[in-house]
Structure formats: structure tokens, C-alpha cells
């Protein structure tokens, strides 16, 4: 009652522009915060930059405002943003002096024009002023970023600062020219994927992560190296050491890179337990499922994705993987691993359930499983007291439907082929699980969405 009470004052104080005015300077410290979060929250362009003015603290943390008002950072129009950055470097009077814009995400074109707002509404006898954000580059907006460091680096007035650097379709060169600007104290995440990145580029960018002691995730998908017990030797080298100078790095993502018999390599050097791993589509060996499954030290493991590797050769190693993590794991992604070639996969799988504590999300999709052998698969993982989604798939030959058939055709085209799943609201009942459990049912070899025609109560996740 008192939060609605104070939400609704609020909404209308910051709706009107001169209300906000005459409340900052008789209101007291604490309620201004509380204006400010709704007028974010709001979109209030007006009213947020009177607030953030006549802001009575020298630290404006966005993560902190939010919280006051229980909405998330992802709520915020990018407008709001820039008019808070205008505000900070180009009125005179401001107390701010560190802005802390990280966790708010910007896609490259409105960094690119929360950037060109600082530039235009900067002014040179301003207070000294830190602002940090989590930076998105790309080829187009890359001269604008360039641009605002050399105007906002150490040493100016202004110092722009980067958390979480994206980079995506930019050369070695710039690649490392845009490292250069992160502080290494400051920076805690990179994402180098998509920059077509081959062993020779690598080895140019690698080397430059070594000084970025507070490092704590690096992706380095979707890129183009190679490594294999034949070839890469000079990159396994570089990774090793600058791993071995990254002394806080926990989540890796290496996806759709080859790495065959070279995790070894690549992981051992690591000072830090690994939180997250994704590995999808590496082409992993045997060596390297051993060593995942039997010597990393996954004691901290949250978040591991296997998936687009054939593993049915390597099921004792599996076994060894999910059993050793299964106090901490969360989330696990094996889709499309070849399971149903080993005829014990499913037994397996079924076993190392029990072992689980944390884990919320398992997909075990396009593994060529039928619906009687996966009914006790889906039941075992339903049992997980924390489990709230699982995604599978059916082999269509089970469906006992003609594909020639027109209501056969006409569901596909709507989203979804009508058939019975009471079996599995049969396994999901003997689990025991909530209501809220989603269980998402897709065609093994087209992957459409089964639709269930009749309500069994289950949450099936929508197209």
C-alpha cells in the first residue's frame, strides 16, 4: 500500500515538468532517488534531467536506481541514457563526477549516438567526470568509439570507461587498437566473436588480454581457428600464456571454433575454477572429453554446452563430467550430440539426474530419441527439485501420421502437429513437478513445435 501510495506521488510529480523542479529543493536526498528511478523507468526525458542535475550524490550508479523502483535495466529507453550523459559532462553545477552505466544494453547505433551526445554536449571547464558502460563496436560505429577515447581518455576532464567490450566484424588491428583503450583494472568482459578471427589473427589479438588482470569472461565464438593435435601449435602457446596472466577469467566461450585434442591445452592454464564453458560445435576428440570429464577442475562449473559435438563414443567421459559437476551445474546443452547412436546414452543420462542439486535448464534435443525412451529420461529430469525447463525432441516416425494428410500439413503451417502427449504429463505427474514446468517438445528432423491439442496443464514454450 505505502509502494503504490509512493509509486503514484511520484509518477506524478516527474510528469510535470515545473512540479519536478520546485520538488528537488524540498524534498528530502532519499526521495530524489526515488523521482529519479520512476522518471527513468517512466521515460521522462524532462523530468530526469532536472534530476539528475540537481543529483545530490558524486556516484550515479543506474543498477542501484533501478533497483529503488524493482524494474530492470533492459526496461530503459537508450533516450534516457543520453540525456543522463548530457547532463553529466555539459551542465555546469552537476555533482556528478562517476557514472556507472554497466549492465545497460546498447546496441552499436545507440552507442554510437550516446557517444556523439557527449562529444557535442561536453564542456571544457567542467568537473572532472568517469563515466562506465559496456561498449557494442562494430565497423560502423568503430570511428565514433575511436573518436570519443582520444577526446575522453586519461588526462581529460571527461574519462570514458569500458566494463564489457563486443566487438563483432572488425579487423586484428582495430581489434587491438580498441583493448588499448580498456583500463585493466576496469574491464571485466570481452566478446571477440564473429570478427573471423584465424590462428595468425589470434595470435596478434591473444597477447594483448595479458594486462587485463580483473578479466572475468572472454567468447571467443564463432570465429575461425584451428587446432588440432596436427596444427596450432604457436596459438596453443599464446592462450597458455595469457591464461596463465588472466588470473580471474571463469567463462569461455570458444563455440563453433575446431579444437580437437587441444582443451588440454587451452583450459589447464586457467587460475580459476571455470563458471561457464560452451564448447558447441568444436569438434571435440576423446582427449578432450577426458580431460573435461576426468582433470579440469569444474568444481565451480554452472554453465556447460556440449552441443554439436559427437559424443556417443565418449559416454564413460560424459558420465565422469556431469557426475563431477553435478553440485554446482545449472544450465546444460547437449542438443544434437549423437547420444542416440550409444544404446546406453539414455540409461546414463538417467543415472547422473539423481546427482543434480542446481540444475534449471537441460536440452537433450536432435539426438534421435523416440518418445518411449525418453518418457523415463523426462521423468528422472523433472524429479530435479530446481529443474523448470527441459526441450527434447521425437523422431516423426512415431507421430502415426500421414505427412501427405491436409489438418497434417495445415498444423505445421499454424506452428505445430496435434498429438497426444499424456505420456509424458503421465511422467511429469510422477515427478511431482510444479506447474510451471516447461517442457518443450520439438520434430527431430525439422524442428517444428508439437502442439498439444487438449490442456494438460503444462507450460509448453511458444514459436
Not at 389 to 416: C, F, H, P, Q, V
Amino acid at each position: 500500500m505505502v509502494c503504490s501510495l509512493l509509486n503514484s506521488c511520484a509518477s506524478k510529480i516527474i510528469s510535470n515538468y515545473q512540479m519536478t523542479k520546485e520538488a528537488v529543493v524540498s524534498i528530502p536526498q532519499e526521495l530524489i532517488q526515488i523521482l529519479l528511478a520512476v522518471a527513468i523507468r517512466d521515460g521522462q526525458t524532462p523530468a530526469t534531467k532536472v534530476l539528475i542535475s540537481s543529483w545530490p550524490y558524486q556516484v550515479l550508479n543506474l543498477r542501484t536506481v533501478v533497483k529503488i523502483m524493482n524494474f530492470s535495466l533492459r526496461s530503459i529507453k537508450h533516450d534516457i541514457v543520453i540525456t543522463i550523459l548530457n547532463v553529466v559532462v555539459g551542465v555546469e553545477g552537476c555533482k556528478v563526477k562517476f557514472v556507472d552505466l554497466q549492465g545497460f544494453e546498447l546496441n552499436c547505433l545507440q552507442m554510437q549516438n550516446c557517444l556523439q551526445a557527449m562529444i557535442n554536449g561536453f564542456k571544457p571547464d567542467s568537473q572532472c567526470k568517469r563515466v562506465i558502460f559496456d561498449w557494442s563496436v562494430d565497423a560502423d560505429n568503430y570511428s565514433i568509439v575511436s573518436k570519443a577515447m582520444k577526446k575522453f581518455s586519461e588526462g581529460s576532464q571527461v574519462e570514458l570507461l569500458c566494463g564489457k567490450l563486443s566487438a563483432e566484424g572488425l579487423s586484428e588491428n582495430k581489434l587491438i587498437k580498441l583493448i588499448k583503450y580498456l583500463k585493466n583494472d576496469v574491464a571485466q568482459g570481452l566478446n571477440l566473436s564473429l570478427n573471423h578471427l584465424k590462428n595468425e589473427g589470434l595470435i596478434k589479438v591473444l597477447p594483448h588480454l595479458d594486462r587485463l588482470s580483473n578479466l572475468r569472461c572472454l567468447d571467443l565464438s564463432y570465429n575461425v581457428f584451428n587446432l588440432t593435435l596436427s596444427n596450432g601449435d604457436s596459438l596453443c602457446k599464446c592462450f597458455k600464456e595469457v591464461f596463465t596472466s588472466l588470473r580471474k577469467l571463469q567463462d569461455i566461450s570458444l563455440n563453433y571454433n575446431r579444437i580437437t585434442g587441444r582443451m588440454l591445452d587451452i583450459i589447464s592454464p586457467l587460475k580459476t575454477p571455470v563458471r561457464l564453458l560452451k564448447l558447441d560445435s568444436c569438434y571435440l576428440n576423446a582427449g578432450d572429453l577426458s580431460f573435461l570429464g576426468n582433470t579440469m577442475d569444474i568444481s565451480n562449473l554452472e554453465v556447460l554446452d556440449l552441443s554439436g559435438n559427437a559424443l556417443s563414443s565418449y559416454i564413460q567421459s560424459l558420465e565422469n563430467l556431469l557426475l563431477r559437476s553435478g553440485n554446482s551445474l545449472i544450465k546444460l546443452t547437449l542438443a544434437g550430440t549423437s547420444l542416440g547412436d550409444h544404446e546406453h546414452s539414455l540409461t546414463m543420462l538417467t543415472r547422473v539426474a539423481k546427482g543434480f542439486k542446481k540444475l534449471k535448464f537441460f536440452s537433450v534435443q536432435f539426438n534421435n530419441f523416440g518418445r518411449e525412451e525418453q518418457v523415463p529420461l523426462v521423468c528422472a529430469f523433472a524429479s530435479i527439485k530446481s529443474m523448470n525447463e527441459m526441450k527434447i525432441t521425437e523422431i516423426r516416425d512415431e507421430m502415426g501420421i500421414d505427412e501427405s494428410d491436409e489438418a497434417y500439413n495445415l498444423a505445421l503451417r499454424i506452428g505445430g502437429v496435434p498429438r497426444d502427449l499424456s505420456k509424458y504429463k503421465d511422467a511429469l505427474d510422477r515427478a511431482g513437478c510444479c506447474d510451471m514446468f516447461d517442457l518443450e517438445i520439438k520434430d527431430e528432423e525439422h524442428g517444428d513445435l508439437f502442439v498439444d491439442p487438449s490442456d494438460y496443464g503444462i507450460n509448453y514454450a511458444n514459436l
